[in-house]
């Protein structure tokens, strides 16, 4: 089952990481291709901010293996600048443009949070804004969509079925509060599943600003979702998971976790207290 499975972080560099996942005196320039070495995805946060230089992507092309996966994240310009109306010209350069990473291309996620409900109102009207864009989204690509839970309808999920889209699952920091505790396996729109360990950016920020170690230990949340991915997912659908230093303070550290209780497909005791007795990974 793990050739269906890509974990990964939020961006392939933060600060803080230099002295604790990237080997001591490697150039910068190393990054992405070290990076590639630990993990077999990376979501790309820069791509929110428009489409990269194609010199960029050839040498994200280059740096990294075959097998390499690179999640990108749709330009605010399309998602929020023109609140998804009249994009399409915008649309195709960027696909065109992330087209340079061939085979290794993965989903695009269209990202919206509760801030965002100001900006386009109820879920119908989110709906009225979102079908068009989905008629002619081409098939070549996969999407994925994060919304708001109070967008996350009958109706919507039928929707964004119909067309294929993945309804990306997100973990704020507490279980109880995810898509997760909905159970789910419902909630799976597409032939892949997405999955974003988000935390609480505020409340993470004001406790820390070099992201180099664990700070909160979510173990009980990671075994929840290692047994929901394991048991539900991985045996009918890829999935692609990202974690970000908001969740535990160190996205490597808690990358890591999933990918190593994962491996295999094995969720065992003796591999649950190996792992969360890892200084390295947990803060000690």
């Known amino acids: 089952m793990t050739e269906n ?18 080997p001591r005196k490697l150039p910068t320039r ?80 269209f990202k919206f949070s509760s801030r965002d409900i100001k900006l386009f109102g109820s879920c119908d009207y989110f709906l009225d804004r979102l079908l068009p864009l989905l008629k002619n989204l081409s098939h070549v ?5 994060s919304v708001p839970e109070e967008w996350i309808s009958p109706q919507f999920i039928n929707t964004i079925r119909d067309h294929n889209v993945s309804l990306a699952f997100g973990d704020d920091g507490w279980l109880e ?18 999955i974003r360990w988000v935390g609480e950016g505020r409340k993470m920020e004001q406790r820390n600003k070099a992201w180099d170690r664990i700070i909160v230990n979510r173990r009980e949340a990671i075994l929840g979702w290692t047994e929901f991915i394991s048991k539900e997912l991985l045996p009918r659908s890829k999935v692609f998971a990202y974690a970000t230093n908001h969740y535990e303070g160190h996205a490597p550290g808690t990358a890591e976790s999933f990918r190593s209780l994962l491996a295999d ?18 803060g000690g």
């Open 5 to 22: 499975l890509y974990i990964g972080t939020s961006g392939f560099t933060a600060a803080g990481w230099s002295r604790t996942f990237f």
């Open 30 to 109: 190393d990054y992405l291709g070290y990076y590639a070495s630990r993990f077999n995805t990376v979501e790309l946060m820069s791509t929110l901010y428009g489409p990269p230089a194609t010199s960029t992507v050839k040498n994200w092309y280059s740096q990294t293996p075959k097998e390499f996966v690179f999640a990108v994240k749709m330009p605010r310009k399309i998602t929020h600048e023109a609140a998804l109306l009249d994009c399409s010209k915008d649309m195709a350069d960027f696909f065109r443009v992330m087209d340079g990473l061939k085979e290794k291309l993965g989903p695009m996620l």
């Open 141 to 145: 690509y996969r999407f994925a969509l």
């Open 177 to 194: 509060k995810s898509t997760l505790h909905d159970r789910s396996s419902d909630l799976v729109t597409s032939d892949f599943v997405y």
């Open 265 to 282: 497909g094995k969720n065992n005791a003796r591999s649950q207290s190996t792992l969360f007795e890892q200084p390295f990974f947990r």
